[in-house]
């Protein structure tokens, strides 16, 4: 019995040094990425990230947003029918209004599907 404790004992203590050897080498938590001037640390873990600025890491806010809303929005203020959506005077009107647009190819607007959703909605 007292063989056994032991045992259990040595493997415990060596399987707790092998994971943390394995998590330390192959799976760190933490990549740190220099982007110009600023330095990035992100967790892979639960994809918080920080920049550090001032002498400390400052918390980099996620924000969310409610992307169809945002789709709505723009298919009302382009004037797009939902169902009939014409990618080419749409894409046409916004390449008028936004220059950065222009180097866009025309193959990212194309319609995903018959019923006629955007690529990305």
Excluded: C
Excluded at 19 to 45: C, E, H, M, N
Excluded at 82 to 88: I, K, P
Excluded at 96 to 107: G, M, N, T, V
């Amino acid at each position: 019995m007292a063989n056994d404790k032991a045992y259990f004992g040595i493997g415990l203590v060596v399987g707790i040094v092998l994971a943390g050897l394995f998590l330390y080498y192959f799976a760190p938590r933490y990549i740190t990425v220099k982007s110009g001037q600023t330095i990035i640390k992100q967790d892979r873990w639960t994809g918080r990230t920080w920049r550090y600025a001032d002498n400390r890491w400052k918390a980099i806010v996620d924000v969310n947003r409610d992307w169809e809303k945002i789709d709505g929005a723009l298919r009302k203020a382009l004037h797009i029918p939902f169902a009939e959506v014409d990618t080419g005077a749409a894409l046409k009107l916004l390449r008028e209004k936004h220059p950065i647009l222009r180097d866009l190819s025309a193959d990212i607007f194309r319609l995903k599907s018959k019923r006629g959703f955007m690529p990305w909605s």
